[in-house]
């Protein structure tokens, strides 16, 4: 027995070394390239702070608590204890406080409304983080060759359009170079910064903090100001705790103290130690850190570091589009897998090529990342702060800590991102305002699009009619059954399909066998195929199937029928025809909703402008068939018109 446990951790000791090289590409890119543009940008002219000694320590005092307080203690000790079923993010996190599925009410409702308006806010990010990451990279041409300075945005377009282009193929292939790359990436930056260090040591009294102190004291606002940008070295700390699904709590915590937090301390101390000895250098310290004939390399380095970062946050919004979908926050959207065996990593070319032509225009709008880091920070900081909010529900409730235990610890963080967002305000006139501008054009849609589901699931379940009724009345007058299967999909358990009824109306015939099928997602990322299926038989050959999916998880709907074991029935995907029903869905005129299909508290009924929103987002939905993995030459579509 214990020669089998000792076995049995070697193994996971020997899985826990690759996924924490793995961790270095998924999660650690973000912030791996921040310091490219953070210490530069609080030495920026607009903040009007003179490079000396006295600045140069405070500034960096306050990066390297930043980077210990923020990242290292609020997510590597505390964010990642709050995870479910071993996965992380904004989304999860909210679940862990009330149901997403559900229809709260009172502060439980603004709980959920913080988590979608925190998930929007990381769309815009993801708007962002590439355009800057990308840019400030290849500005490094530049110092290389002065003269090829007009060419740094067209490399850039080309540079994003070839990343973005690359989407469809997956992360499966490329992913395996992430760990390597960023890996030879923070070995660099921890050399670059301790040659510099050694040179001029007394940079490491950065480490006291009393020099963050004694800055804000001498500055004032302009230390207030400066911020702002400091907060761009703790950027990309959230994936810490949003991708640890792909690589474990132990891997990520390993890849950061191990590391990443090392490589980047040691980065912005050589920095730092660079502009006490030649305060000029402040212009682009991190490339001044390179000897000259090392700058070419570093360049193509630092691109292929800034690729890295860009992939993970764009597959991150792709993994956070698939989640608000399951979960009902967006219609249905073309999702397609790119790894066999990894679930996670998906494609979703309607948010790619939005991406793509955001980050386009940024780059040509912006022109450096200087002026694009004028907007970086905002959309950020209030998504860190959202996630101390809830943090702070989940330790009271959850965790059931006294609250001054809570006030002590997560009100701490409260407050640090309340200081950063504070500064970061500062940046909404001088281009902050795009992130929140698609932070709330994302929020609107998902709001808009949840409620009018909800109404209209209400609208059809007042005219619904319950399945043994059904049943009931046809063996009073039996049909023409013919034979074979077929299995009607709806989204309300125990009520008859409209396209069932609507089928029996026009054709005058049913199947010998009548599955309605429901698939549900349910709150845990993953469900046990024990727990996936549910059979109700109601005799004379109808069932009702509830299917149950994660939201992590693909809802194939043919494989889990295929799995499906019951005395008397069997489902051949190959033999059975699917019926769908089409929803037509117009504006009425109707004043109100009178209540929902689940008993929650009636509503006031959608403004007329959000009723076209959701007509629109429901005429360009995914159709169900394909979202459901269903076989096209086996699909019949039956038009249900719905007034709303």
């Known amino acids: 027995m214990a020669t089998s446990s000792v076995a049995a951790s070697s193994r996971d000791r020997s899985e826990r070394l690759p996924l924490t090289l793995v961790a270095l590409g998924i999660v650690f890119g973000d912030i791996g390239t921040s310091p490219l543009y953070s210490l530069r940008e609080a030495f920026a002219p607009g903040h009007r702070l003179a490079v000396s000694p006295e600045s140069v320590l405070g500034v960096l005092s306050l990066i390297v608590w930043s980077l210990v307080l923020v990242v290292s203690v609020k997510y590597a000790v505390f964010a990642l204890r709050a995870d479910r079923d071993g996965e992380g993010g904004i989304l999860i996190l909210t679940s862990l406080v009330t149901p997403l599925r559900s229809q709260p009410t009172g502060a439980r409702r603004m709980l959920v409304l913080l988590g979608l308006f925190g998930t929007a806010l990381l769309v815009g990010d993801g708007m962002i983080t590439p355009s800057i990451t990308v840019l400030s990279a290849v500005e490094g041409v530049a110092v290389v060759a002065p003269h090829l300075e007009a060419a740094v945005v067209p490399l850039t377009l080309v540079v994003l359009v070839v990343l973005f282009a690359a989407q469809r193929r997956g992360t499966t292939s490329v992913g395996r170079v992430f760990g390597p790359v960023m890996l030879v990436w923070f070995a660099t930056l921890a050399v670059l910064g301790l040659l510099a260090i050694v040179s001029e040591p007394r940079v490491l009294t950065a480490l006291d903090p009393r020099h963050a102190v004694a800055f804000f004291v001498d500055e004032g606002l302009r230390a207030f100001m400066v911020l702002g940008s400091v907060f761009l070295a703790v950027t990309g700390g959230e994936a810490?705790?949003?991708?640890?699904?792909?690589?474990?709590?132990?891997?990520?915590?390993?890849?950061?103290?191990?590391?990443?937090?090392?490589?980047?301390?040691?980065?912005?101390?050589?920095?730092?130690?660079?502009?006490?000895?030649?305060?000029?250098?402040?212009?682009?310290?991190?490339?001044?850190?390179?000897?000259?004939?090392?700058?070419?390399?570093?360049?193509?380095?630092?691109?292929?570091?800034?690729?890295?970062?860009?992939?993970?946050?764009?597959?991150?919004?792709?993994?956070?589009?698939?989640?608000?979908?399951?979960?009902?926050?967006?219609?249905?959207l073309k999702v397609d897998h790119t790894s066999a065996t990894t679930f996670?990593?998906?494609?979703?070319?309607?948010?790619?090529?939005?991406?793509?032509?955001?980050?386009?225009?940024?780059?040509?709008?912006?022109?450096?990342?200087?002026?694009?880091a004028a907007a970086y920070g905002v959309a950020v900081t209030a998504t860190m702060l959202i996630t101390s909010l809830l943090l702070a529900v989940v330790a009271r409730e959850v965790w059931r800590w006294s609250v001054p235990v809570v006030a002590a610890t997560v009100g701490v963080f409260v407050l640090i991102d309340a200081a950063f967002l504070a500064a970061n305000l500062t940046k909404v006139l001088h281009g902050g305002w795009f992130p929140l501008v698609v932070a709330a054009l994302v929020f609107t849609v998902m709001t808009t699009w949840r409620r009018g589901r909800t109404e209209l699931r209400s609208r059809l379940g007042r005219r619904g009619l319950a399945i043994d009724r059904f049943v009931e009345n046809l063996r009073a007058d039996p049909p023409v059954r013919v034979p074979g299967t077929a299995v009607v999909m709806h989204g309300m358990r125990?009520?008859?399909?409209?396209?069932?009824?609507?089928?029996?109306?026009?054709?005058?015939?049913?199947?010998?066998?009548?599955?309605?099928?429901?698939?549900?997602?349910?709150?845990?990322?993953?469900?046990?195929?024990?727990?996936?299926?549910?059979?109700?038989?109601?005799?004379?050959?109808?069932?009702?199937?509830?299917?149950?999916?994660?939201?992590?998880?693909?809802?194939?709907?043919?494989?889990?029928?295929?799995?499906?074991?019951?005395?008397?029935?069997?489902?051949?995907?190959?033999?059975?025809?699917?019926?769908?029903?089409?929803?037509?869905?117009?504006?009425?005129?109707?004043?109100?909703?009178?209540?929902?299909?689940?008993?929650?508290?009636?509503?006031?009924?959608?403004?007329s402008w959000r009723k076209r929103l959701f007509v629109t987002l429901t005429r360009n939905a995914t159709n169900a068939g394909y979202y459901f993995s269903l076989p096209p030459d086996r699909v019949i579509e039956v038009g249900v018109p719905v007034e709303l």
């Not at 996936?532 to 999916?549: A, I, N, S």
Request: glycine share 8%; hydrophobic share 50%.
């Open 344 to 372: 996670g990593q998906v494609y979703v070319g309607t948010v790619n090529w939005l991406l793509l032509s955001a980050c386009l225009l940024l780059v040509v709008a912006f022109g450096t990342s200087s002026d694009l």
């Open 240 to 332: 810490l705790y949003a991708d640890i699904g792909h690589v474990g709590k132990w891997s990520a915590r390993a890849g950061w103290f191990a590391v990443a937090l090392p490589a980047l301390l040691l980065n912005y101390l050589g920095q730092g130690a660079l502009v006490l000895s030649d305060p000029g250098a402040v212009v682009n310290p991190f490339f001044r850190l390179a000897p000259a004939w090392a700058l070419a390399p570093l360049v193509g380095l630092a691109t292929l570091a800034a690729i890295v970062a860009s992939q993970a946050l764009i597959s991150g919004v792709f993994s956070l589009t698939m989640q608000a979908v399951r979960l009902g926050y967006l219609p249905r």
């Open 494 to 607: 125990g009520v008859v399909p409209p396209a069932l009824l609507a089928n029996l109306r026009y054709n005058h015939v049913l199947h010998e066998t009548v599955v309605m099928l429901t698939v549900e997602t349910a709150e845990e990322p993953r469900v046990l195929r024990a727990e996936r299926v549910r059979v109700t038989e109601y005799g004379d050959g109808f069932f009702q199937v509830d299917l149950r999916f994660g939201f992590m998880e693909r809802a194939d709907v043919p494989r889990a029928l295929a799995d499906l074991v019951h005395p008397r029935l069997r489902l051949d995907p190959a033999v059975t025809t699917f019926v769908l029903g089409s929803e037509h869905v117009v504006v009425g005129e109707q004043p109100a909703v009178n209540g929902t299909s689940d008993g929650a508290a009636p509503a006031r009924s959608m403004p």
